[in-house]
């Protein structure tokens, strides 16, 4: 058994009662105090002559006879040893009060300033010689209940753990709360993830559930939900801050460390999870089994209990008289769930996001910009404006090329289509070459054709048609023949063939006069 510690306070009831007429056996008895004890604290009152029967004394007066008998019970620190050490000590311990917990003051003392003193000496020591200042820190102010539709509480709880039937992994679940402060309506919705994108899918499946909006939400300070913590001037997550402007809420984070703020969403969580999850995660084949399930839980259990809070009433009951009409309604138009990305833009105009790469305007290279990643499009903002906007991609790249300098993708836009296309408006003879190099391989004469129609901007639409006309009548429709016309000038000269002499040498009037002239007796192989 451990033993008891005396204060000034016990002993004077031993004293009163002894001086009462109490036999020792009786006070004993009845103050469940050893009769060894009883004698120890009598003695000095009978060395000083006070007897059983006598004249009746105050507790005032037994007070200061017991403080002057006793010393160490009105200063505690006078029999212990150690409180000397922690004293050395006292300023830092006190400003340490309601800041952190007795462990962690006495795990600093003992590492930072070499302090041997026991936690529980160091416990004692508090409690002696900062009792009010303990005291004070213990006080929790009682807040009134919030009017129909004012507040709700959001917060996460660990359930348990799952095995999931189809990958066989074992996945831990986190049961998503909302609790409505006035009735104390709840909504579970278990997850397995606790990112930017689920935090928000709860909000709407929340709401919801529970058909309306309420004017505040009151969250903890997870990174999801809130950027920056601060009491005035917090920062919201983007796609959190979407939500509360589409549904017309505030979003009025607890204070960081006092889970109190949020008292009514705090305590369900230990009751979803014994309730709903304990013994049961064999029963769910999937997680969107396990969601549909906690919607029954939270309608057919958790909000038809009697709860001693509402007088005995279930929060359903009392949602449907005071609270149904106070929310906000629903906004017509569904919300659109978007995930926001924070991103700098490389030098090759891109930024990554999800898994895929989107270009932005060359001019903001270096610059770091907004993504927002909706369902169907993602949008990049630089300082709250919109600069570019691309179809959404699950994955690879998007690129607009118009995001590059005209000079740097003059090449990589001269496509086969692009080509045909700027042929055309260039005439028919350049029109029909480009054809001709395209009939095989277009993508190995691509070149060719980049490079005719380049030729165009040096020397004009007018000679480059008839180049072309000349290369094609010439039967050599290439970039160098047209290059050679163009360069000799000769590309509105007609173009005749050369008569061949009648004397000259037989090769240079073909193969058929070549053979022609051989002798009649030599066989020819065709």
Known sequence: MARRTFVVIDVIEILVHWHAGRRIGELSSSLRVDPKTVHKYIAPAIAAGLAPGGPSLSKEEWGALVAHWFPGLADRSAHQKTWSELDVHRKRIKDWIGVVTVSTMHQRLRDDHGVGASESSLRRYIWSTFEEDV???????????????????????????????????????????????CSRLMFLRPVLTMDERTWVACHVAAFEFFGGVPARVVPDN?????????LYDPKI???????????????DPARVLKPKDKARVERPVPYARDSFFAGRSGEFTDLVGMQRDAVRWSGQVANARQCRPLDRRSPQAVFDEIER??????????????????????PDIHIKVGRTLYSVPWRHIGKEVDAREGATTVQVYLDGTLIKTHPFKASGKQTDYDDYPPEKV????????????????????VTALVDVLFEVNALYRLRSAQGIIALADKVGAERLDAACARALSAGDPTLKTVKGILAAGTEHEADESPEVPPDAPAHLHGPAALFDTLPADIEVAR
């Open 135 to 181: 005291a004070r820190s213990a006080v929790t102010v009682l807040r009134d209940t919030p009017p129909p539709g004012e507040e709700v509480q959001v917060d996460y709880g660990l359930l348990g753990r799952w095995t999931d039937p189809a990958t066989g992994r074992v996945r831990r679940v986190w049961g998503f709360l909302m609790v409505l402060a």
């Open 410 to 429: 003059a090449f990589f836009q001269s496509t086969p289509a692009w080509c045909r296309k700027k042929a055309a408006e260039l005439g028919e003879s």
């Open 325 to 346: 009409e106070a929310l906000l309604p629903l906004p017509q138009r569904p919300f659109e769930i978007a995930r926001w990305w924070r991103r700098t833009v490389h």
């Open 237 to 251: 997550n983007k796609a959190f801050g979407e939500l509360a402007d589409h549904y017309g809420c505030l979003i």
């Open 222 to 230: 997870l990174k999801t939900g809130v950027v920056k913590p601060d």
